[in-house]
């Protein structure tokens, strides 16, 4: 499992730091690759050799601050030594992370985010741009995040494409053997008999230790409002989500609730892959 971690120097990216160390404390084999992406800009009148020269410099004193850094957060120092601390000249910070997590193949990129209301602060900023941007699947973390053993994860589901969906999520929480549980709203049905069909497979020998909670849908709460409540009382250590780039879906779904957008305080780490 490869995971590139995104850090700014700043405090608040200290959260995405700390649940890269919990899952490499709970998951064998997970590489981590602490990555600091920055515009170094060429003034006119220096010439490409000085400016590369500065560039090589500027790089290499970043990188060292870099591993200071990190380990600066991390606890178990001796176990993490190996790891790689990258410093990326690039003219965009969001496009970087993405080109970097592709081209080096990483499984996912893990970068946090500052303040309570996750959704609130997730769209608007860069994070944002990555999550609707990058094949490579997004773990979000909150910026006060302190770690804790990952014994459970929720994945919101609206049913559709839900076997394939599974199978990518069980990369993670196999190898950190976390206890899975599909979180589904009645209302988001649209076919009967491929929800049957659907809900028939946790019968299944490959699905029997998932656990299924079909909730009923309350027209009077939105997602989100309906989300929060579920997560504050059940306290899973990681949500999970797919969003669908093409039809918008995660803005449609958490942008126009404003009092989500207020609430909605949680904790917990999101996970989101694209469709």
């Known amino acids: 499992m490869k995971l590139l971690v995104t850090t700014d120097f700043s405090t608040n990216s200290k959260g995405a730091i700390r649940f890269a160390q919990t899952l490499a404390n709970q998951a064998d084999n997970v590489e981590i690759?602490?990555?600091?992406?920055?515009?170094?800009?060429?003034p006119t009148r220096w010439n490409e050799r000085f400016y590369h020269s500065?560039?090589?410099?500027?790089i290499k004193r970043l990188t060292a601050e870099l591993r200071k850094f990190v380990f600066s957060v991390l606890k178990d120092k001796e176990r993490f030594d190996a790891v790689k601390c990258v410093v990326d000249n690039c003219l965009s910070t969001e496009s970087g992370i993405i080109k970097f997590a592709q081209k080096n193949k990483m499984d996912y990129i893990c970068i946090?985010?500052?303040?309570a209301g996750m959704f609130r602060k997730?769209?608007?900023?860069?994070?944002?741009?990555?999550?609707?941007?990058s094949d490579v699947p997004v773990l979000v973390?909150?910026?006060?995040?302190?770690s804790k053993t990952l014994k459970?994860?929720?994945?919101?589901?609206?049913?559709?494409?839900?076997?394939?969906?599974?199978?990518?999520?069980?990369?993670?929480?196999?190898?950190?053997?976390?206890?899975?549980?599909?979180?589904?709203?009645?209302?988001?049905?649209?076919?009967?008999k491929k929800f049957e069909k659907n809900k028939a497979l946790f019968n299944t020998t490959a699905f029997e230790n998932i656990k299924l909670n079909i909730q009923k849908n309350n027209l009077e709460f939105s997602l989100v409002e309906k989300i929060t409540a579920y997560v504050q009382k059940s306290k899973p250590e990681l949500l999970i989500m797919f969003t669908n780039r093409k039809k918008g879906f995660f803005e449609s779904i958490f942008l126009p609730s404003k009092s989500a957008e207020l609430t909605y305080t949680t904790k917990v780490p999101v996970l989101i892959y694209s469709k």
């Open 33 to 42: 690759v602490f990555y600091h992406a920055l515009t170094i800009m060429k």
């Open 54 to 58: 500065y560039e090589e410099e500027e």
């Open 112 to 115: 946090a985010t500052q303040g």
């Open 122 to 133: 997730v769209m608007g900023t860069h994070t944002s741009y990555i999550v609707n941007n």
């Open 141 to 146: 973390i909150p910026s006060h995040y302190r």
């Open 152 to 192: 459970r994860a929720t994945y919101l589901s609206d049913f559709e494409n839900i076997k394939s969906e599974l199978t990518k999520i069980s990369k993670l929480t196999t190898p950190a053997a976390m206890q899975l549980e599909v979180l589904h709203y009645s209302s988001i049905l649209f076919d009967k």
